[in-house]
């Protein structure tokens, strides 16, 4: 499957993709909210929100501002996530050396 703009997707398309970076960015929050990084929890949270908001109300003319919303959002998603995994494969090899 190639990927598509959102200018050539349906608006129940674009919706969907908007409602999936917003899952993923509330997801985000609950780990970093159980991880203690509470910047990073209200971060995601705040970003999740006005992605989900924009994804409600997507009019034509708002598909730029809605593509930089969805590139924060996903740029954000694989940051963490990607720290997350590291602080967990650091933890764990701390662990097997003591």
């Known amino acids: 499957m190639l990927g ?6 349906t608006r129940r ?3 969907d993709m908007m409602v999936m970076v917003a899952d993923a960015l509330e997801a985000v929050a ?3 909210e159980e991880r203690g990084d509470v910047q990073s929890a209200q971060n995601s949270m705040c970003l999740a929100l006005t992605v989900r ?14 593509e930089l919303l ?3 959002g ?3 998603v694989a940051n963490i996530s990607e ?3 590291r602080t967990t ?8 050396r003591h």
């Not at 598509?4 to 997707?9: A, I, K, S």
């Not at 494969?89 to 097997?96: F, G, P, Q």
């Open 4 to 9: 598509r703009t959102l200018n050539e997707m």
């Open 13 to 15: 398309e674009r919706s």
């Open 30 to 32: 609950e780990e970093a």
């Open 53 to 66: 908001g924009c994804a409600v109300d997507l009019a034509e003319h708002d598909l730029r501002a809605a």
């Open 70 to 72: 969805l590139e924060q």
């Open 74 to 76: 996903i740029t954000f």
């Open 83 to 85: 720290r997350f995994e």
């Open 89 to 96: 494969r650091e933890e764990v090899e701390a662990t097997l």
